[in-house]
């Protein structure tokens, strides 16, 4: 748990959060990670079908 505080520390900015309440903090960190986490499974399922794109593409121009 404490390495994806890092990640998102390190290429998210959680590391930059200027919210002041504490319910707003929390929304925000809990924002952040909805994110990272949809960029994991967006990479999980969107790069397989870009390669399958890709390779249909590549022997239909052929």
Same mark, same amino acid.
């Given at each position: 748990?404490?390495?994806? *505080?890092?990640?998102?520390?390190?290429?998210?900015?959680?590391?930059?959060?200027?919210?002041?309440?504490?319910?707003t903090?929390?929304?925000?960190?809990?924002?952040?990670?909805?994110?990272m986490?949809?960029?994991?499974?967006?990479?999980?399922? *969107?790069l397989?079908?870009?390669?399958?794109?890709?390779?249909?593409?590549? *022997?239909?121009?052929?």
């Amino acid at each position: 748990m404490e390495g994806k *505080f890092g990640e998102g520390k390190r290429s998210h900015g959680l590391g930059r959060i200027r919210a002041r309440l504490q319910t707003t903090s929390e929304t925000v960190i809990g924002l952040q990670l909805l994110v990272m986490n949809l960029e994991k499974r967006l990479r999980v399922l *969107f790069l397989p079908l870009l390669r399958w794109l890709w390779s249909n593409l590549a *022997f239909h121009l052929s």
